[in-house]
Nanobody
Framework: HVQLVESGGGSVQAGGSRRLSCTAT???????????LTWFRQSPGKEREGIAG???????YYADSMKGRFAISRDNAKSTMYLQMNSLESDDTALYYC??????????WGQGTQVTVS
C-alpha cells in the first residue's frame, strides 16, 4: 500500500525560503523511480493548482508563476521528492500536496503540509 507523506511546512516570513519533502512508503526503490511526481497546492477559496513536476527521467516542469523561484528534485534511493521554495510571498500560503502516478496505475496523494507566509 503506497503512502506519501509530506513534511517541511510551517511559517516563514515573506522573502524567505522553505524546503518541502515528500517521502513514499510501501513501495520499493525500483518501482518508485518509474513514477512521475508532482507538487500541487491549494489556498483557501481557490482551486488546487499544479506547481511543479518531475518525470521518471528527471525532466522538470513548472507552472509559469513558479519558474525561477521553486525547484523540484527527487532522490529515488530515498523514495523522496523535494520542493525548494525561495522568495516566498504571501500568495504562496497554501496547503501543499504531493502526488505520484505512473502509466497504468492509480495516482497517489499525500495528506498535505501547510505553508504560511507572513
Amino acid at each position: 500500500h503506497v503512502q506519501l507523506v509530506e513534511s517541511g511546512g510551517g511559517s516563514v516570513q515573506a522573502g524567505g525560503s522553505r524546503r518541502l519533502s515528500c517521502t513514499a512508503t510501501g513501495i520499493n526503490v525500483r518501482m518508485y523511480s518509474t513514477y512521475c511526481l508532482t507538487w500541487f497546492r491549494q489556498s483557501p477559496g481557490k482551486e488546487r493548482e499544479g506547481i511543479a513536476g518531475i518525470r521518471r527521467d528527471g525532466d522538470e516542469y513548472y507552472a509559469d508563476s513558479m519558474k525561477g523561484r521553486f525547484a523540484i528534485s527527487r532522490d529515488n534511493a530515498k523514495s523522496t521528492m523535494y520542493l525548494q521554495m525561495n522568495s516566498l510571498e504571501s500568495d504562496d500560503t497554501a496547503l501543499y500536496y504531493c502526488a505520484a502516478v505512473r502509466l497504468g496505475a492509480q495516482r497517489y496523494w499525500g495528506q498535505g503540509t501547510q505553508v504560511t507566509v507572513s
